[in-house]
Every structure is written in C-alpha cells, then in structure tokens.
C-alpha cells in the first residue's frame, strides 16, 4: 500500500496537471536568446529567478501610470499607488498559508528581514547565557546575525549538525534545543544541499520550550506550497526574486503579538503616529516597520508574479521539479568523477544540486560552462562554514525553475562531459 | 563572457596546471607564508629559500582552480634563481599586467605572457593574483625582519 501511495504521488495524473513548458518559456523573454553562439541555459535560479513577460509589464505600467508617493498624498495617483502596493500585501499575505496583511512586513530582501528581527527582537529579549539554535546548513543572512549578536549579548550560539547525507542530525536534538533556548533560527530548505528541512517538527520541540522560531525561506517559498500557521514558526522570511518578482522586495512574516511588542526598526517618515521634539508614538503594523519611501514598483509588480505561481499552480510546479531534479541527478551521476551533494531522495529536497569535480574546481566548472552559455553558479554559496563541513573549498550549484526543461539538463551533462576532456582528464 | 576559453586556458596554462612546478617541499625555508581567496576558497602555500640575495627555491602548492595552479607554478618557475630585487620586479609587473596596467613585460619572463588571457575574465583575475601579491607581501615581511607565517587575502 505505502508503495502504492509513493507511485500515486509520482503519478502527474493524480491531482496534478501537466505543464505546458512550451507555453511557459515563451512567458520568460530572457531565455529566447543565444550566448556567443550558444542558446543560453539558465541554471542558476537558487541566486536569482527570470521574469515573465507579465512581471516585467507590470513594472513599466506602475511608472507609466500609476507612479506617486503610498499612505500620504490625497490626490488619484496616490490613492491608486497605494491600494496597489497593499494588494500584493494581501495577496502575501493569502499565498503563505492566510495570514492577517498586518503580519506581512515588506523589506529589501531575506537578508534584511532577518536582521530587522535581529536588530529588534533579538536586542531586547536575547540576554546574557541564553541559548541561541542555529543548523550548520545557514545561509550567511541567517547565520552572522545571530553571530554577531550572540557576541554582543554573551548568549551562546548551538548548532544542529548535518548527516553524511546532508540531513538535519536529530540524534542529539534534545540535547541542542532545551529550555535554555531563546531562539532557533533554521533555514526551509538549503541554498547548497537542496536539503528541505522538518520546521514543523522542530518547531514544535523548540515551542515545547518556549523558544521564538525564525525560518528562512528564501529557498522554499518559490518552490514549495507553505503554510506558516501550520509550520507554527513565529518569523519567516523570503524574497520576491527568488520566485519571478522583481530584485529588491523582500517580505518578513511575524506572529502580531510579536511584531506590536518589538520596537521600530527604520526611524523616519511613514512609521510614526505623532511626532513633537521631545516624544515620538509608533504607528500601527504593519507601518511601524516600513520608515521612508519602500519600493513600491517592485512591490506591485511582486502581484504579478503570484498570479503567474498561482496559475500554473505550486503543487504542479513542485512536481515538475521533482521531475526534473530526479532526471537531472541520474544524469549527472553517470558523470565519471562528479560528486553530487545532498540528499538523493527527490521528495527530500529541492531543484539545487550541487557538484564537485574530483579533479576540477568549481570556478574552472563555471567558466567552461559560461563558454557553453550555461549559466551556473560556482563559489562558497554564502555558506563557508557548510563547505568547511562537506570538506570542500566550494562547489559547482545547478539550480531550476519552472521553465527549466530535460533539454537543460542535456546541455549541462554534455558540457561537462566535454569539460573532462577538454582539461584532458 | 568577453573573452573565448581557449585565450584564457592556454596550453601552457593547462600543462602548468597538470604538473605544476615548486612541488617539492622547502624544510629549510627562510620565509613561507600562505594565501587566501576568500570568496572561491582558493588557498596556497608558499615557502621561499633565500641565499646570497637570491630566491635560491621556491616551494608552492595551490589548492584552487586551474589558473590559480598555473599562476603559482609560473611564479615558481620564472622567480627561483632570481635575485631578490629582480623577484620583486618581476611579481609587480605581473600584477600591474593582470590588473590591466601599463607595464612592459620583459622577453625572458617564460610563459608568464599566456596569463594575459585571463584580463579578459575579470571574475578570474584575481585567482591569478593570489601567488604573486603572496610572494610580494611574504617577501616584505621577511625583508622587514618579521618571520613570522601571514595570510594574505585577495579580495
């Protein structure tokens, strides 16, 4: 039976539609375009994702008709703005899981939401000896925060450890998260080992305890169906181009009673309730947290790309990953001296492989495969400590998307096994 | 990408790569110190053996990219046997070549030349760096009586 249920979910006949990837790379003009006489392969989606005609559109008809300042002026173009720029709050808000728009908070990026709840939260509740829980698999934006104020509070940073198979390590778990724990700050999914991790699962244990729970998840909301109210966390934090939006918008969610009891982050103008020289009122979420002018375009055209999500529909894109991924790692397996990190089980993991060479460095990977126009990335991947782990000076990452297709990854696996002999190994 | 493979990996760069030279290890070295490249995870080590004001041998293993290795194997090759004023001549002309200066490159420098392809990388550039400015700022500490080992990071 379980065997069968495991078929059934492969099955893309269950519940799930095939997508049309003809149609849907039409949608995205950047790929339509040859590379010194190479069609371009964009494989390098974990950094950043392309965008569809629809996101780019919306960008231009922001400016060219709706352009004004949000929340002050009282004249058409204002009014237009801003309902704009809290549509896509509400739609946020309704895309992880139907929380209250008040919850949804619009940053710069994931890097930035994250140290707003650093700056704030963590300055006025993390306090000498308390215990901070981090997972060796941190993005740096989730890891020199807590770094650095673990220094400055003398609390005290632990860390959940990695498997061999680049899995959490839970053996000692209650060991790592106790009541000592303040926070546990823990990313969705891994932006090297692909690796999806159980938040709520750990989120239960570290509630167990009394500890707040910040997930990052630059990596999983583009590629995962997530719910924060069932993942029970209390922060969680993601970016707009990592999933078709545009660069520059990222978005934090925080429980209320959290987000009223922490103070401003930026102090300026669109915060405040009232102001006199000798005293100043907050104003009311989700206000408090956006000081200045945001960047209302982006955040508009932000709209644009969760319709498009919406459309093709995130339980589809997310079989069509595991698809592909599945495809993609048997390939590159094949390969003679490839080392392919993290988990090998698809339903474990998303669209991020990463690779090594037994004789060749990853930049040497990534420059022979830009002379091909394949577009990887190459480097430490903002996870230094990760890398020193695996025993690696860096690796070759192969990220994908919706539009990726099994021709990508012909391409890629080709390459590289030209690139072998090309370096005469 | 500006430039094509081939001008930046050379045959004289790959063979550098495949058998770099300064392999053989220095235990009586005057001087050694180590490099860094923070952001690919590039790292050598670098010991030189000094006699006379010469650079009598060089020892030098890379752990890093193609031309990285090869950078360090010409530096090996081009600056033992060298005095210490001409070693230090010749690794800053290097790296005014690399970072695309105007510097005459002499005639009897070997294969140094062929490193000129990777000025068309500039993401590289500093993996073929990384030697020479170890060499420069290892060669100054040891001139300024400090003999102690130092990092020297390329940014």
């Known amino acids: 039976m379980e065997q069968k249920i495991k078929n059934m979910q492969h099955s893309p006949s269950v519940g799930l539609l095939p997508i049309d990837l003809e149609r849907i790379r039409a949608d995205f003009p950047i790929l339509d375009q040859i590379i010194d006489g190479n069609q371009l392969v964009y494989l390098d989606n974990a950094a950043t994702t392309q965008k569809p005609r629809v996101v780019i559109n919306a960008i231009i008809e922001y400016y060219r008709k709706y352009n004004a300042n949000i929340h002050r002026g009282l004249h058409y173009l204002a009014e237009k703005s801003t309902e704009m720029y809290e549509h896509t709050r509400i739609h946020v808000a309704d895309f992880i899981g139907g929380v209250d728009p008040k919850e949804v908070i619009f940053t710069r990026g994931t890097t930035e939401a994250i140290n707003l709840v650093a700056y704030t939260w963590g300055e006025e509740n993390i306090k000498e000896g308390d215990e901070i829980v981090i997972t060796e698999m941190e993005h740096h934006a989730n890891l020199v925060p807590w770094i650095q104020l673990a220094k400055k509070k003398k609390a005290i940073l632990k860390r959940i450890p990695i498997t061999f198979c680049g899995h959490l390590d839970q053996s000692n778990i209650n060991e790592i998260i106790t009541s000592k724990t303040k926070l546990l700050a823990l990313t969705h999914m891994s932006n090297v080992l692909g690796t999806i991790n159980p938040v709520a699962e750990l989120t239960a244990l570290a509630k167990k305890h009394g500890a707040v729970v910040l997930a990052d998840g630059a990596q999983a909301v583009p590629h995962l169906k997530v719910d924060v109210k069932s993942l029970g966390v209390d922060f969680y934090a993601f970016s707009s181009h990592k999933m078709l939006g545009p660069t520059g918008v990222g978005i934090l969610y925080g429980k209320k009673e959290l987000l009223e009891a922490m103070p401003p982050f930026n102090m300026g103008g669109e915060m405040i309730r009232e102001v006199s020289f000798d005293h100043v009122t907050w104003a009311e979420l989700p206000n408090k947290f956006e000081g200045g002018t945001p960047n209302i375009a982006d955040v508009v055209a932000f709209d644009a790309a969760l319709h498009y999500l919406e459309e093709i529909g995130m339980d589809n894109l997310r079989q069509h990953e595991m698809d592909l991924t599945k495809y993609a790692i048997e390939h590159l397996s094949a390969i003679p001296g490839l080392e392919i990190q993290g988990p090998r089980e698809v339903e474990q993991r998303g669209g991020v492989i990463s690779f090594t060479d037994n004789d060749l460095h990853p930049h040497d990977i990534s420059t022979f495969l830009d002379s091909k126009g394949i577009a990887i990335r190459a480097g430490h991947h903002c996870a230094q400590p990760l890398m020193s782990i695996l025993g690696k000076i860096a690796t070759a990452r192969a990220s994908l998307y919706i539009y990726n297709n099994e021709a990508d990854i012909d391409a890629l696996v080709k390459a590289l096994k030209g690139m072998r002999r090309y370096f005469g190994l | ?155």
């Open chain 2, 1 to 155: 990408m500006s430039g094509s493979l081939d001008e930046m990996y050379r045959d004289i760069i790959l063979d550098h790569y495949r058998s770099p030279r300064g392999h053989e290890p220095l235990p009586m070295a005057d001087f050694s110190t180590g490099g860094h490249n923070p952001s690919c995870g590039d790292e050598l080590k670098l010991a030189v053996k000094i006699e006379d004001d010469m650079v009598k041998d060089i020892y030098i293993d890379c752990k890093g990219c193609a031309i990285s290795t090869a950078s360090g194997s010409m530096l090996a090759e081009v600056l033992k046997g060298k005095s210490i004023a001409e070693a230090k001549k010749i690794a800053a002309i290097v790296r005014g070549m690399l970072k695309g200066e105007d510097v005459e490159i002499p005639e009897d420098l070997g294969d140094i030349d062929a490193l000129e392809g990777v000025k068309k990388f500039p993401v590289r550039i500093k993996c073929a760096l990384l030697a020479w400015v170890t060499f420069m700022e290892g060669m100054e500490n040891y001139e300024n009586g400090s003999g102690e080992a130092t990092t020297t990071s390329v940014e």
